[in-house]
């Protein structure tokens, strides 16, 4: 019996751990990081945006050289 309530056990915790790893992953914050803290969508956005932004200018200056 012992080592089913310790198996138990651990499949609740790592079902937790798992849980809140896979959710920070999936926002794209740091794995360790506190997955109730407040989530910055539109920094990440802007971010992301800027980023393409000026991909498309280094390809546009490459490409008319």
């Known amino acids: ?3 089913v ?3 138990l ?5 790592g ?4 849980a809140a ?3 920070n992953h999936g926002r794209g914050a740091p ?3 506190n997955p109730f803290a ?3 969508a539109e920094e990440a956005l802007l971010e992301r945006a800027a980023e393409l932004g000026e991909d498309a200018r ?5 490409a008319l050289e």
């Not at 056990?9 to 915790?13: C, D, E, Y």
């Not at 280094?58 to 490459?62: G, I, M, N, W």
Request: no cysteine; glycine share 18%.
């Open 1 to 3: 019996m012992g080592t």
């Open 15 to 18: 079902a937790a751990a798992g």
């Open 38 to 40: 407040e989530y910055g």
């Open 31 to 33: 794995l360790l990081s």
């Open 9 to 13: 056990i651990g499949l609740i915790l």
């Open 21 to 23: 790893l896979g959710y």
């Open 58 to 62: 280094q390809r546009l200056r490459e």
């Open 5 to 7: 309530k310790t198996l």
